[in-house]
Nanobody, 125 residues
Framework: QVQLVESGGGMAQAGGSLRLSCAAS????????MGWFRQAPGKEREFVAR????????DYVDSVKGRFTISRDNAKNTVYLQMNNLKPEDTAVYYC??????????????????WGQGTQVTVSS
């Protein structure tokens, strides 16, 4: 069982930055690929970023490439999402997710067994 707790959400102006953190419980964090999804009001939840167990493979949705950076610290059981040059369309609830299987279908919600409670990010223009 893995519990995920996000932090770092809040309000920012367009062009600003925020850093999300996700702390995972348990001693097997390094066995999980980690990722972030988001859901904007009135929209479906979408994949944002994913990092493999070792951190060697990373992928992003096109809309955040060059602006967001996902990273992990296996010693601290934590995954991060550094968000720079924020845009109003980045406004959403952001969810941290964990996947033990290492599936290649990592852009699909159902791949992830564990989800955090979500943290709100609001970007004003």
């Amino acid at each position: 069982q893995v519990q995920l707790v996000e932090s770092g959400g809040g309000m920012a102006q367009a062009g600003g930055s925020l850093r999300l953190s996700c702390a995972a419980s348990g001693r097997t964090f390094r066995n999980y690929a980690m990722g972030w999804f988001r859901q904007a009001p009135g929209k479906e939840r979408e994949f944002v970023a994913r990092i493999s167990r070792s951190g060697g493979n990373i992928d992003y949705v096109d809309s955040v490439k060059g602006r967001f950076t996902i990273s992990r610290d296996n010693a601290k059981n934590t995954v991060y999402l550094q968000m720079n040059n924020l845009k109003p369309e980045d406004t959403a609830v952001y969810y941290c997710v964990a996947d033990r299987s290492g599936s290649f279908a990592y852009r699909t919600e159902t791949t992830y067994e564990y989800w955090g409670q979500g943290t709100q990010v609001t970007v004003s223009s």
